[in-house]
């Protein structure tokens, strides 16, 4: 059975951190690209970060600079670590996972940046 669960999300305060986990397993991860996107209240999904399988990244411009992904295919896991947080990063955060074949998406962790 294919899961993608994400993990890590919480309350913070503005310039505060948080590092995001999402953990893969039902299929052969270190083969998938994974991304991170966000869904702000009343606003559509947004793509955040992807990660490939040779560890090659990119970054949206509006988080660039403040987050980072990165992968252990040891742990089957992705990581966001998202610092200086600001009040327009409070989001629903999702991991995907996709390949030529296949797309997986988590259920979502929620981060919320308020003082």
């Not at 310039?15 to 052969?28: A, E, N, P």
């Not at 990165?70 to 327009?88: G, H, I, P």
């Amino acid at each position: 059975q294919v899961q993608l669960v994400e993990s890590g999300g919480g309350l913070v305060q503005p310039g505060g951190s948080l590092r995001l986990s999402c953990v893969g397993s039902g299929f052969t991860f270190s083969t998938y690209f994974i991304s991170w996107h966000r869904q702000a209240p009343g606003k559509e999904r947004e793509w955040v970060a992807t990660i490939r399988p040779g560890d090659t990244t990119n970054i949206a411009d509006s988080v660039k600079g403040r987050f980072t992904i990165s992968r252990d295919n040891a742990k089957n896991t992705v990581y966001l670590q998202m610092n200086s947080l600001k009040a327009e990063d409070t989001a629903l955060y999702y991991c995907k996972a996709v390949n030529t074949r296949n797309n997986y998406w988590g259920q979502g962790t929620q981060v919320t940046v308020s003082s």
